[in-house]
């Protein structure tokens, strides 16, 4: 009889949405496999796409610092959000502060959601030194254009009379103004990627609002506001930077998030949106786990 050789195995699944991370699930295939094969050599590279998940899957692939800070929720209260450092690379979660699951069902209010939080973050990176930031667009509870985002690193939205706005997609109706001045000029040190999978545009059929705004518990009323709103957002940001970017394919991502960095993309050093997944891999160097094995679970 021949004998078998062990396996060189590979466990790299993604999150089961809703339920468990994917660090639980590889956690969990990599026992049942060893409890029938305990010769076979189980390696884990738990995956995910840029929305919630993405820190504890980059996490676990080793040699990465969490930091914590305190940051606003979607609705704006105060909690505990945190991103992932190494040297002077940062790994950022949108829904770590601006994510769906951080507010319950019941409270969950399309039109003052806020991206401030994610905005928050990203800042607190950048004063820690870091200077090239993944930024992980997914499983946002907003539908602001990344206005709080803008708000956080420093822009100024006001309305008519100059008072500045309140937040969420809501108020965006009343937006007269944008004021870019306020960002800070370290970010033209930094190389910013988005990893996000979404190609919807800003507006229309296809946009932030009419596609994923029921989600995030918008009514068909309030998805036909948030469109108006994010139609005035537009305007004016597209008059500031004098260019158009609302059919760009990805800016309805996060609620229309990357429009809003796309708007301010030529204040970086450099700025990159690619897939999530592909991103995700290089992070974790899956290339070179799935190289060094004979078998891949996910």
């Known amino acids: 009889m021949l004998a078998v050789r062990p396996l060189r195995v590979l466990v790299a699944p993604d999150s089961f949405k809703g339920t468990f991370s994917s660090v639980v699930v590889a956690d969990a295939l990599a026992e049942g496999w060893s409890t029938i094969r305990p010769a076979d050599e189980v390696a884990l590279t738990p995956m995910a796409d840029g929305g919630e998940g993405t820190l504890d899957a980059v996490e676990a692939s080793g040699g ?37 699951s951080r507010v319950p069902e019941r409270e969950r209010d399309a039109m003052a959601a806020s991206t401030y939080g994610t905005g928050q973050i990203l800042a607190d990176a950048i004063e820690r030194g870091c200077r ?23 822009a100024r939205l006001r309305d008519a009379e100059g008072i500045e706005l309140g937040p969420g997609g809501g108020a965006l109706g009343g937006l007269a103004s944008i004021d870019l001045t306020g960002l800070p000029g370290v970010l033209s040190k930094v190389r910013l990627i988005v990893a996000s999978d979404v190609t919807n545009p800003l ?13 995030k518990g918008a009514s068909p009323e309030q998805v036909a506001e948030l469109e108006r709103n994010l139609k005035r957002y537009a305007d004016v940001v597209e008059g500031a930077i004098g260019r158009p970017l609302r059919y760009e394919p990805g ?24 897939p999530g997944v592909e991103v995700a891999m290089e992070l974790t160097g899956f290339d070179t786990a799935v190289s060094a094995s004979d078998l891949v679970l996910t």
């Open 64 to 100: 990465w610092e969490r930091h914590q800070l305190a940051a606003k929720d979607p609705l704006m209260r105060t909690l505990t959000a945190s991103f992932l450092c190494a040297g002077e690379r940062a790994v950022v979660e949108m829904a770590s502060a601006s994510g769906l």
């Open 132 to 154: 090239e930031i993944v930024i992980g667009f997914g499983g946002s509870a907003t539908t602001d254009g990344g206005a709080g985002l803008l708000e956080a690193l420093g």
């Open 203 to 215: 507006l229309g059929e296809r946009g932030a609002a009419a596609t994923y705004g029921p989600q």
């Open 251 to 274: 800016t309805g991502a996060a609620g229309g998030a990357i429009f809003g960095l796309l708007a301010v993309a030529d204040r970086f050093a450099s700025f990159e949106v690619r």
